[in-house]
């Protein structure tokens, strides 16, 4: 039989279908291959004080495992909050231990450890002349004071340092009353004080060492408070219970955890035990 030009166009068609129907078959292996290695995500809920850290972190994770991290940063106490009404968190981390034990002892919380500590310091603005050295000059007169609120980790150990600075006789009484009369507000979270002090809304902040940052220290100074340097500050992290995502959040709390997660806490101002 002779392979005329129709014979040679039946055959160029059937072979552009043949074609055609394998890059179809193709496609739908890519699609289930990727389907089957589809980027799981872990939603993290943090305090705060861990928004620059935690960042840093969340992008290295991230970089090594095929996963994707949710932040949510707020307050601790709104954080424990929500996980109690039920919001979709893997992970917590606080930056006390005393929302993450309630959560624990609501059954909320699985695994936990410590994972780093922090120290209450003063910010002041490079704005105002006022000058600061120690606690008692937070109530010398017409400086603007602006704390934490006192459900808020940041301010609970503010006005536990006072209470403790009176106690040992740091400061008197009279002292504390004239601290607490120069408040002008108390905030929900310590990233609001930040803002405030860097706004001249006040002259100084009651804040952690790790709110100092590269991105705020051109406005801000950081002062010591030796009372404030009693107080022990600690962080804890923990598995919320009906996750899903059990592999991946343990994972990145083993992230948090290691060598390459302390370094960066460290370079934010976290002590680690690295």
Do not use: H, R, W
Request: glycine share 6%; charged share 30%; net charge positive.
């Amino acid at each position: 039989m002779k392979f005329n030009l129709k014979n040679k166009n039946i055959a160029v068609l059937l072979l552009t279908f043949a074609l055609a129907v394998g890059a179809v078959g193709c496609k739908a292996k890519e699609k289930e291959v990727t389907a089957t290695a589809k980027t799981k995500e872990i939603t993290v809920f943090a305090a705060a004080s861990l928004t620059e850290s935690f960042t840093e972190i969340g992008k290295s994770f991230e970089k090594q495992n095929n996963v994707k991290i949710k932040f949510n940063f707020a307050g601790s106490q709104d954080l424990a909050s929500s996980i109690k009404a039920g919001a979709g968190a893997d992970i917590f981390a606080s930056a006390n231990k005393k929302y993450m034990d309630d959560l624990i002892k609501s059954e909320l919380i699985s695994k936990n450890n410590t994972f780093t500590k922090n120290t209450l310091i003063v910010c002041k603005s490079k704005k105002s002349d006022t000058g600061i050295k120690n606690l008692k000059d937070l109530g010398k007169d017409g400086v603007k004071v602006i704390v934490g609120d006192k459900s808020v980790p940041c301010g609970s150990y503010f006005y536990t340092a006072l209470d403790a600075a009176v106690k040992d006789s740091s400061i008197t009484a009279d002292e504390k009353y004239k601290i607490l009369k120069n408040i002008k507000s108390q905030e929900l979270n310590v990233k609001d004080i930040v803002t405030k002090v860097q706004l001249g809304d006040g002259d100084v902040g009651i804040v952690y060492k790790s709110d100092i940052t590269e991105a705020n220290k051109k406005d801000l100074d950081m002062i010591k408070i030796d009372e404030f340097a009693k107080i022990n500050v600690e962080y804890p992290i923990g598995i919320v219970k009906n996750t899903k995502n059990n592999q991946e959040a343990e994972a990145f709390v083993n992230y948090v955890n290691s060598k390459e997660g302390k370094e960066v806490l460290s370079k934010y101002g976290f002590e680690t035990d690295n």
